[in-house]
């Protein structure tokens, strides 16, 4: 059973990306590209999102 978690290992702020993309099986640069054209584009939204995600989603280590 795949669970959502914010990675250890692969992580550049909080985890949250690299963990989305242990999740959905993609890699993290492309999901952070992603990110970065969204936060550009969307402004504060995309921003927001990403920090509520940082305190909901629980770390790897929290889960194992």
């Avoid at 059973?1 to 989305?20: P, W």
């Avoid at 995600?53 to 280590?61: L, M």
């Amino acid at each position: 059973m795949k669970k959502l978690y914010r990675s250890e290992t692969n992580r550049m702020l909080a985890g949250v990306i690299g963990g989305l993309s242990e999740y959905i099986n993609m890699d993290a640069t492309i999901l952070r590209l992603l990110f970065a054209v969204l936060l550009i584009t969307t402004g504060f939204t995309v921003g927001l999102i990403y920090v509520v995600a940082a305190f909901i989603i629980p770390n790897e280590r929290d889960i194992y």
